[in-house]
Nanobody
Framework: VQLQAFGGGFVETGGSLRLSCAAS????????LGWYRQAPGKSRELVAR???????TYGGSVQGRFTISRDVAKTTLYLQMNNLDPEDTAIYYC???????????WGQGTLVTVSS
């Protein structure tokens, strides 16, 4: 199984980025897919996740600014991030699991830095 996250970078406050996570080795449409992030000195937190049926949920701080989506044909998960804030600075990880009772798989992370 491989989850390759990319698309991070440096952006100014109010800017946008789109993260991508290319998945292989899993039955993409049968997995719960998610984006998590970890800021320096903080624990990893949920950003957004999507059920196998395609229903999204978001962490409170990104609601209305971030959008999670997937392309089943390309087995790729996306995170569109708009109106970025310095508080969004973190390493972003993609995750896949068949259900909430297993640990699942993690991508390697991609760094997002938002300048003030």
């Amino acid at each position: 199984v491989q989850l390759q996250a990319f698309g991070g970078g440096f952006v100014e406050t109010g800017g946008s980025l789109r993260l991508s996570c290319a998945a292989s080795g899993i039955i993409f449409r049968r997995n719960i897919l998610g984006w998590y992030r970890q800021a320096p000195g903080k624990s990893r937190e949920l950003v957004a996740r999507m059920t196998s049926g395609g229903s999204p949920t978001y962490g409170g701080s990104v609601q209305g600014r971030f959008t999670i989506s997937r392309d089943v044909a390309k087995t790729t998960l996306y995170l569109q991030m708009n109106n970025l804030d310095p508080e969004d600075t973190a390493i972003y990880y993609c995750h896949a699991s068949v259900n909430d009772n297993v640990s699942g798989y993690w991508g390697q992370g991609t760094l997002v830095t938002v300048s003030s």
